[in-house]
């Protein structure tokens, strides 16, 4: 219930520096009235008392009235000691206080209702939470700082004014009216049409630096493959064998390259085989590496590539510390060429990770898909014999569909799903 006063650990669980417990209501001040003589105007030492008088631990109180808070809501937080038994009792005092225990994500979900953050926000934070490279850190702090939320109202204030400019003509139907409307509509909705278009394009993109790009490295059987993934993972990942086909699945090591998310794949040798489980791990090969962002073919002299070439493909010479080699050659055994091998597959991510933009989810992409259709339905009837009725409701869809992005309207649905990601104390 929102009007409960909630309270919960925010900060992991274990033994650690300090150990902070939340609490937040209409309340917040009152529950945590009850554990020390009194609460703090801003921030202050406290003796933190059970309910039978007994001291559990010396704490720094700070308390945030209402608006002040990033719930929204009045907040008080306990900085303790960290000790577990520590946090353990703090807890189960501020419980029988009057407090109850936070679902997750709750205090998130209470800015989001008491306007402390919008939709867009509240996703930028689950990902700033979750950011594992400095990539994915950056792209997350963008949308928590709000930058979606300021270009979805942007665009919405483009098309409201637009409507209103359509809906004036309403009102002189029977009559002309005193200034043609239609260039500044026209250029209204052409310019959020363009920028939205921008956004959709950069969602892939975007979405590849929260989830992680995939490189394949791609050869045939004994070509090295697996020497190689386990000198760029720096540890026995894969079992390499001079046996032909010992990769039979896919192996895959996750690494950060420069500030990229990357999981590398060896995959099996693609070779004919009658073989039925070798097979199917080149089949499985095959199919995951035309899935994967980028491959790196190895091979060892002029072989055909297994399957065709796609942009930001590289071709690498293996075991180039056996022979002397043209272009790039690299050795997983001696390590020779594989820093220039890395550069190029960071360089070739880094360029495809440049065309990500603010939105970043596929939802966001869904919600300015519809407003475009909306959109473009409008400018092809502007100088047509639509009614203006009619191109105002468009236009009030397509409003409709940039309001779901931050959160205004329509998604309800959205919301448990969102915030059962987000820890307890989040």
Do not use: Y
Request: aromatic share 2%; net charge negative; proline share 3%.
């Amino acid at each position: 219930m929102s009007g409960d006063t909630i309270f919960a650990l925010a900060t992991a669980e274990g033994r650690a520096g300090v150990a902070i417990v939340r609490i937040s209501g209409a309340a917040a001040f009152d529950v945590a009235g009850h554990l020390m003589s009194d609460v703090p105007k801003g921030r202050g030492l406290r003796l933190i008392l059970d309910q039978m008088g007994q001291v559990l631990d010396e704490a720094l109180v700070l308390s945030f009235p209402g608006q002040h808070s990033f719930t929204g809501e009045p907040v008080v937080e306990l900085h303790l000691h960290g000790s577990p038994a520590i946090a353990r009792a703090v807890l189960v005092a501020v419980g029988e206080a009057g407090g109850r225990g936070a679902e997750p994500g709750e205090f998130t979900r209470r800015a989001l209702e008491n306007g402390k953050l919008d939709l867009a926000q509240v996703e930028g934070l689950a990902d700033l939470i979750d950011a594992e490279t400095e990539a994915q850190r950056r792209q997350a702090m963008r949308v928590f700082s709000g930058g979606l939320g300021a270009l979805a109202e942007d665009w919405r204030k483009s098309l409201i004014r637009a409507a209103a400019l359509i809906e004036v003509t309403i009102d002189f139907v029977d009559e002309e009216v005193p200034v043609d409307v239609t260039p500044e509509v026209a250029t209204l909705l052409s310019s959020v049409a363009d920028g939205m278009a921008g956004q959709i394009k950069g969602v892939a993109a975007a979405e590849r630096i929260r989830s992680g790009f995939e490189v394949a490295i791609v050869g045939a059987p004994n070509v090295g493959k697996s020497t190689l993934l386990n000198r760029l993972a720096g540890r026995d990942a894969a079992i390499t064998s001079h046996v032909a086909g010992t990769t039979r699945d896919v192996i895959e090591v996750q690494m950060d390259l420069g500030g990229l998310p990357v999981t590398l794949l060896d995959t099996a040798g693609i070779r004919q085989t009658t073989d039925i489980i070798e097979e199917i791990g080149v089949e499985r090969a095959l199919k995951r590496a035309k899935l994967a962002d980028m491959r790196v073919f190895l091979r060892d002299g002029d072989e055909p590539l297994p399957m065709a070439l796609e942009k930001g493909d590289i071709i690498a010479q293996s075991k180039a510390d056996l022979a002397e080699k043209s272009g790039l050659a690299v050795s997983g055994l001696s390590g020779e060429g594989v820093d220039r091998l890395v550069a190029e597959i960071t360089t070739t991510l880094q360029t495809q990770a440049g065309s990500a933009g603010i939105a970043i989810r596929e939802r966001h992409r869904s919600a300015m898909i519809a407003a475009t259709d909306q959109i473009r339905q409008v400018l092809d009837a502007l100088n047509g014999a639509a009614p203006a009725d009619l191109l105002a409701e468009d236009i009030r869809q397509a409003i409709s569909a940039v309001d779901t992005i931050v959160g205004r309207v329509d998604v309800e649905n959205l919301l448990d799903e969102i915030f059962s990601s987000f820890c307890i104390g989040k």
